[in-house]
C-alpha cells in the first residue's frame, strides 16, 4: 500500500493546487486577509504532499520494491544503495515527480517566508505557482504514473543505466531542478506583478532572492554535470554543445540576464517591463529544456522518455504557460509605468549592455540547439557542434567580459568616458602583461585561446578593483559576492582558455612493460588485471607514473562491464595535480599473453580544473550576495519598526 499512499498524496495534493488556485484569484481580486491566509496555507500543505510523494517513491527504490514498475525497470536488488537512492530520479517518471516536487516546495517556501509583496500580489504569485504546479500534477498521474505495479513482480529489476551510477549523478540533478524550478517563482512573481500592475523596486527587492537562490542551484548543477561528463565518459572534454547540455545552459543565461537586471530595478527603479519579460524568458527557457530532454526527441543517458505523447504534453503545458504569460505581458506592458531613466554611460548603461549581449548568447544556443530538430522534423538531417558556438559564440562572449570588467566601475545613472577610461587603465595593465606573457612562454596557441587567457587576466584584475581604497571591514557582503562570482568567471575562463591551449593527447597500443609519454609525463603499463565491484566486473591498467624526476605514482583506468542492463563503460583514472590533471583510459585489448596489446590514452590537461573551480567561486560569490542582501533588507525592516 506504499506505493498506493504515494499516488493519494499526488492526488491530494493535485486537488490543493485546484484550490489555491481559484482562492489565490479571489485573494487577488478581493485583498481578503483570510483569503490570503488560507492560501498560504493550502500552498504550504500542498508542498507538504508533493514532498511526501517523492520520499514514499525513495522509500520504494531503498526497499527494492519490485511490484513497481517504475522500480523493476530502473533498479536492481544488488545495486548499491546510494545509486538505489538515486535511481529515484534516474529516469522519466521520478525525475518529473522531482520536477513538480521542487515547484510545490518552491511554492511553499514563497508562502512561509515571504513578507515584502503586498497581500493581493502575494496571492496571484501563488495562483500563478498553483496554476503551473496543476498541469504538472495533471502530466504525472495521467502520462507518467510513477507509482504503478506490475505484477507479477520480478525477483530483481533491470538495473539503472550503468553510466548515471556515479556520485556525481546521484547530486546533479537535484541540484539543476532546484535551479530550474526555482525559475518558476520568478516567473510567478512576474505573473503576479502584472496581474495587479505592482511593478517596481519593492516587487524586485522581494524577487531577487528567489532569482539568486534559483541561479546558485542552477550553477552548481551546470558545473557538477560538466565535470560527470568530463570523468565519467571517457572522452576528455569537458562541454561538446549536446542538445541536453545546451538545454540548461539556455535558462542560466537568461536567468544571468535577469538577475542584472532586476538588481537595476531594485535599486534604481530601472528597467521595469525588461525585467518581467526576463523573468518569464527564464523560465520559458527551463520549460523548453525540459521538453527537449523529457519529450523523447533526443537521444541522451539523460532523455529517457522515448513516447511522443508524453512530449505532446510538455508542449501543450509549455504553450499554454508561456503563451499565456506572454500574452499577458502583451496585454499589461503599456500600463507599466517607466521607470526613472540613466545615461548611456552609467552602470545601468553597462548591465543593460550586458543583458542585451547574454541574450545574444542565448540566441545563438537557442538556434544551434533547435535549428537541427526543425530541420529533422523536415526530412533533413544536419548536425551543429562546437565549430558554430564558437565561431558566433566567442566574439559576443569577449565584449561580454568587456561589459562585465567595466560595469563595477562606472557609477549609477552617469559617469564619464574619460572617468570609465582612467579607472580601465589597471585592467588593461593586466591584458598587456598576460599578452607579453603568452607570447614569451607559449607563442604558437591559438588566437581564441590567446584572447581568452588575456580576457580572464584583465577580468581577475578588474573583478578586484571595486575592493580598492574601500574598507574593507565595513564593505557589504553583497559586495564581495559581486568580486568573487566575476573572479569565479575569470577563472573558468582561465581554464577553458588553458585546456583549448596547452591539452597534449596521446594514445597508443602498448604491450605489458612498455611506455608511453605525454607531456611531461612517463607512464609505464606494469600490469592489466581483473577486479570487482558490487555490481560490475574490470580490466583495469596498473599505470607507474613519473612527472621528470618526481616520485612515481600508480593510476587505473578501467573497462568496467555491467550484467543488468549489459554494460561496458570507460573508467578514467584522473590525477590531480597543482598545475592541471593527468588523464588516462584504457580501450580494448588485442591478442593475448605476453604479445597482448592495450590501447591507452593519455591526456595532460594544464590548469583545466580551474573551469569547475571557477564555477564554484560563481556560485559561492552569488551565495554571499544572497546572505548580504537578505541580512541588509531584515536590518533596514528591523529599523523602520
Known amino acids: 500500500m506504499i506505493a498506493e499512499g504515494g499516488l493519494a498524496a499526488l492526488w491530494i495534493a493535485a486537488a490543493l493546487a485546484l484550490v489555491q488556485l481559484t482562492l489565490g484569484w479571489g485573494a487577488a481580486r478581493s485583498g481578503s486577509e483570510e483569503l490570503i491566509t488560507a492560501v498560504r496555507r493550502i500552498a504550504i500543505a500542498q508542498g507538504v504532499l508533493a514532498a511526501l510523494a517523492f520520499g514514499i517513491l525513495i522509500l520504494l527504490f531503498l526497499n527494492s520494491d519490485m511490484s513497481v514498475l517504475l522500480v523493476a525497470t530502473n533498479s536492481h536488488s544488488a545495486k548499491p544503495l ?82 548515471l551510477q556515479d556520485p556525481g549523478l546521484a547530486f546533479h540533478p537535484p541540484a539543476l531542478y532546484f535551479g530550474y524550478v526555482g525559475l ?55 562541454w561538446f554543445w549536446d542538445p541536453v547540455e545546451n538545454a540548461s545552459l539556455m535558462p542560466w543565461l537568461a536567468a544571468t540576464a535577469l538577475l542584472h537586471s532586476v538588481t537595476v530595478l531594485a535599486t534604481r527603479d530601472g528597467l521595469r517591463a525588461w525585467t518581467l519579460m526576463l523573468a518569464l524568458v527564464a523560465f520559458a527557457m527551463s520549460m523548453l529544456g525540459t ?170 584584475v578588474a573583478s578586484l578593483v571595486p575592493l580598492w581604497k574601500r574598507n574593507l571591514r565595513r564593505t557589504p557582503m553583497h559586495i564581495y559576492g559581486m568580486v568573487v562570482a566575476h573572479l569565479g568567471v575569470a577563472v573558468s575562463i582561465a581554464g577553458m582558455a588553458s585546456d ?47 612527472k621528470g624526476d618526481g616520485k612515481p605514482f600508480e593510476i587505473n583506468p578501467q573497462q568496467r562491464f555491467f550484467t543488468d542492463p549489459v554494460t561496458t563503460t570507460s573508467e578514467a583514472a584522473i590525477q590531480t595535480l597543482w598545475d592541471g590533471q593527468l588523464y588516462t583510459v584504457i580501450g580494448a ?11 591507452i590514452r593519455l591526456w595532460w590537461k594544464p590548469f583545466v580544473t580551474f573551469i569547475w573551480f571557477g564555477g564554484f567561486l560563481i556560485a559561492f560569490g552569488a551565495l554571499l550576495a544572497l546572505v548580504g542582501r537578505v541580512r541588509r533588507e531584515r536590518r533596514s525592516e528591523e529599523a523602520y519598526e
Open 589 to 599: 585489448g588485442e591478442g593475448s599473453g605476453k604479445d597482448a596489446r592495450w590501447q
Open 500 to 546: 583549448a591551449a596547452f591539452t597534449q593527447e596521446r594514445l597508443a597500443a602498448v604491450r605489458v612493460g612498455e611506455v608511453v609519454t605525454v607531456g611531461p609525463f612517463e607512464a609505464k603499463l606494469a600490469e592489466v588485471r581483473p577486479t570487482l565491484g558490487q555490481n560490475w566486473s574490470a580490466v583495469e591498467a596498473v599505470l607507474i607514473v613519473r
Open 291 to 460: 521538453f527537449l530532454v523529457r519529450s523523447g526527441i533526443l537521444v541522451s543517458v539523460h532523455a529517457f522518455a522515448v513516447d511522443p505523447t508524453r512530449g505532446s504534453f510538455i508542449l501543450a503545458l509549455l504553450g499554454i504557460y508561456i503563451g499565456g504569460a506572454l500574452a499577458l505581458f502583451g496585454a499589461r506592458v503599456g500600463t507599466i509605468r517607466q521607470g526613472s531613466t540613466f545615461q548611456l554611460v552609467s552602470r545601468e548603461g553597462a548591465l543593460v549592455l550586458n543583458n542585451l549581449l547574454l541574450s545574444v548568447l542565448l540566441g545563438i544556443v537557442f538556434i544551434g540547439t533547435l535549428y537541427p530538430l526543425v530541420a529533422q522534423a523536415m526530412g533533413q538531417q544536419l548536425s551543429i557542434g562546437p565549430p558554430f558556438f564558437n565561431k558566433a559564440g566567442i566574439p559576443v562572449t569577449l565584449v561580454l567580459i568587456v561589459a562585465t570588467m567595466a560595469g563595477p566601475l562606472l557609477k549609477w545613472r552617469k559617469d564619464k568616458w574619460s572617468e570609465l577610461g582612467r579607472k580601465m587603465l589597471v585592467p588593461a595593465a593586466a591584458a598587456i602583461t598576460v599578452t607579453v606573457m603568452l607570447l614569451v612562454v607559449a607563442p604558437g596557441i591559438s588566437l581564441n585561446a590567446t584572447l581568452g587567457l588575456i580576457a580572464a587576466g584583465a577580468l581577475a
Open 184 to 238: 518558476s517563482v520568478a516567473f510567478s512573481f512576474a505573473v503576479g506583478a502584472l496581474v495587479m500592475r505592482d511593478v517596481g523596486p519593492a516587487f524586485a527587492r522581494a524577487m531577487r532572492p528567489w532569482v539568486l537562490a534559483a541561479w546558485i542551484f542552477l550553477t552548481i548543477g551546470i558545473t557538477a554535470g560538466s565535470y560527470w561528463a568530463y570523468y565519467e565518459l571517457g572522452w576528455g572534454g569537458w
Open 82 to 163: 546510494l545509486y538505489k537512492f538515486a535511481g529515484a530520479w534516474g529516469n522519466h517518471e521520478g525525475s518529473m515527480l522531482l520536477w513538480v516536487t521542487v515547484l510545490a516546495v518552491a511554492g511553499a517556501c514563497v508562502a512561509l517566508f515571504e513578507r515584502r509583496l503586498p497581500g493581493k500580489t502575494l496571492a496571484a504569485t501563488l495562483g500563478a505557482q498553483a496554476a503551473m504546479a496543476l498541469g504538472f500534477y495533471a502530466f504525472i498521474v495521467f502520462a507518467s504514473n510513477p507509482f504503478l505495479r506490475i505484477d507479477p513482480p520480478p525477483p530483481d529489476g533491470q538495473g539503472l543505466n550503468p553510466l
